[in-house]
């Protein structure tokens, strides 16, 4: 597809369970981001790939959060021991170069922790 | 975030009248986005703005960033239905080129 996908669209776990999110950034886009979106929030940061580097997760909210990009395409974040602070919507995004060009957001992944 | 300041939260307007949004900021903003959101949905990249004093249109849209770089109004021109939704304000705030910080948005709704 053209652009960035997400999936699932909608996941519910139980408190403890472990979830993996995954995002297909648009073909050749260097950079890829992962935000979380509380309800009624705007998007914040998470962390940051460049190609396969993972050069910020200064916004990962705990060690029970980790991501990766492998092939430096996919990318997958997961969460260990969810919490139900941990509902929310998860965003990612890609942008074809390193600074300054827009990113383009995928539909968001709604994590639902009962 | 605090950092971003959205003014106002939620705002109705009829149809054909103009409306206008701001992002304040303590900061200096580096690069300035404007998004929008509907319910459900990813974000639709609007404009991004990096020069102080630098106004963009775009259709019925204008987004201008002020000559200090640290706040952004973004104005609405005879709304329309599909002018509804949220409205959200990210910038780099750390001239990083890449993370961005986003206001808390701003929600609005068309009356026709």
């Known amino acids: 597809g053209a652009g960035v996908s997400q999936s699932p669209r909608y996941k519910v776990a139980k408190r403890g369970q472990d979830v993996a999110l995954r995002c297909d950034p648009i073909s050749g886009h260097v950079s890829l981001f992962w935000y979380q979106q509380a309800l009624g929030q705007g998007p914040e940061f998470l962390t940051y790939?460049?190609?396969?580097?993972?050069?910020?997760k200064s916004g990962l909210p705990s060690d029970r959060f980790f991501a990766e990009r492998p092939e430096g395409s996919v990318s997958t974040l997961k969460i260990q021991r969810t919490q139900q602070e941990d509902s929310a919507v998860y965003l990612c995004?890609?942008?074809?170069?390193?600074?300054?060009?827009?990113?383009?957001f995928g539909p968001g992944t709604r994590l639902t922790v009962l | 975030s605090q950092e971003l300041e959205q003014s106002p939260q939620s705002l109705i307007v009829q149809e054909g009248k103009n409306l206008t949004i701001n992002c304040t900021s303590s900061k200096t903003l580096y690069g300035l986005y404007w998004y929008k959101q509907k319910y459900g949905e990813g974000l639709i990249f609007l404009m991004m703005?990096?020069?102080?004093?630098e106004e963009k249109s775009h259709e019925k849209i204008t987004a201008k960033l002020d000559e200090k770089k640290q706040q952004s109004s973004l104005h609405i021109t005879a709304s329309q239905p599909s002018h509804a939704g949220i409205y959200l304000c990210?910038?780099?705030?750390?001239?990083?080129?890449?993370?961005?910080?986003f206001g808390g948005g701003t929600r609005v709704l068309v009356k026709p």
């Open positions: 995004a890609s942008s074809q170069d390193f600074a300054y060009n827009e990113q383009f």
């Open positions: 703005l990096q020069k102080g004093g």
């Open positions: 990210g910038a780099d705030l750390v001239a990083a080129g890449n993370k961005l910080t």
């Open positions: 790939f460049q190609n396969e580097a993972q050069l910020d």
